[in-house]
Structure formats: C-alpha cells, structure tokens
C-alpha cells in the first residue's frame, strides 16, 4: 500500500503533467470582485505557473488590494480536478517573457 506522501506526489505530478497538457484554469483574486474568477492560460516553467495579462486587466489591477490567488482547473479528460492557492506577483522579466 502506498504511503501517504507517496500519494501526494503521485497527483501533484498528475497535476503538473495534465497543466502543460491542457492549462486553462479559472483564475481569480481572493477576497477581490467577490473573489470573480476568469479563464486564463497557465504557463508551466520549471515549476512555476505563469500567467500574461495587459496592465489594464481587473485582475492585474486587483493586485493593489490582494495578491492572494485562487485557480479552479479541470483536466481535458475531467478526470483530475484542482483548486489551486497560491500568490500573484508582476514579473516583467524580459528573459522570463
């Protein structure tokens, strides 16, 4: 029988893996527009989720209150479902970019 954290990285690799696959998630700000959340296309890079948004975008806009974040992700097969907290920070790195 599998152990506990043996499980744990088994569906985080399934995460990673079924996000490059497919990365549409619903993104949203916590605690901003009612924590409203937008369809958004991941970026995957070495284990970081990258999000590109025009400075005019609400939920760019919405980093001067919170940067707090909530993703909901289904995968393709809906077989995986994922809610997804973590923080949103810019990063105009043009070498990232």
Same mark, same amino acid.
């Given at each position: 029988?599998?152990?506990?954290?043996? $499980?744990?990285?088994?569906?985080?690799?399934?995460?990673?893996?079924?996000?490059?696959?497919?990365?549409?998630?619903?993104?949203?700000?916590?605690? $901003?527009?009612?924590?409203?959340? @937008?369809?958004?296309?991941?970026? /995957?890079? %070495?284990? @970081? /989720?990258?999000?590109?948004?025009? @400075?005019?975008?609400?939920? $760019?806009?919405?980093?001067? @209150?919170? %940067?707090?974040? /909530?993703?909901?992700?289904?995968?393709?097969?809906?077989?995986?479902?994922?809610? !997804?907290?973590? !923080?949103?920070? !810019?990063? %105009?790195?043009?070498?990232? !970019?």
């Amino acid at each position: 029988m599998a152990t506990e954290d043996e $499980v744990q990285e088994k569906l985080e690799k399934k995460l990673w893996d079924e996000l490059e696959s497919s990365g549409f998630v619903m993104l949203g700000l916590q605690g $901003v527009d009612e924590s409203f959340t @937008r369809p958004m296309t991941a970026q /995957i890079d %070495n284990g @970081r /989720i990258y999000f590109f948004a025009a @400075r005019s975008e609400d939920l $760019v806009k919405g980093l001067g @209150r919170t %940067n707090r974040a /909530i993703a909901t992700f289904a995968s393709k097969g809906h077989d995986l479902f994922a809610s !997804i907290n973590g !923080i949103l920070t !810019i990063d %105009n790195d043009r070498a990232v !970019i």
